[in-house]
Nanobody
């Protein structure tokens, strides 16, 4: 079992920045990791970024590349999503999820609302 808790969402103006945190607890391994996903109203959930606890794997969606950065703090068991140059189309509920060694996402956080005003 893995528990995940997101924090750091909020309301920001276009062009602004936010940093989301995902604190993990429970059974985790070096080749496990965390992914970030988002879901806007009326749209399907989409992948944003992912990283393993070892740091040996990272991935980021083309739609946010150059604006969003994923990082981890192993001592704090926390993964961060730094979001810069935010756009109204980044408005969504952001979820973090546990990524197992096979690349599957099996445990999810409760979600954090990010709203970008124009």
């Amino acid at each position: 079992q893995v528990q995940l808790v997101e924090s750091g969402g909020g309301l920001v103006q276009a062009g602004g920045s936010l940093r989301l945190s995902c604190a993990a607890s429970g059974r985790t391994f070096n080749n496990d990791g965390v992914g970030w996903f988002r879901q806007a109203p009326g749209k399907e959930r989409e992948f944003v970024a992912a990283i393993t606890w070892s740091g040996g794997y990272t991935a980021i969606a083309v739609s946010v590349k150059g604006r969003f950065t994923i990082s981890r703090d192993n001592a704090e068991n926390t993964v961060y999503l730094q979001m810069n140059s935010l756009k109204p189309e980044d408005t969504a509920v952001y979820y973090c999820a546990h990524r197992d060694v096979g690349g599957r996402y099996d445990y999810w956080g409760q979600g954090a609302q990010v709203t970008v005003s124009s």
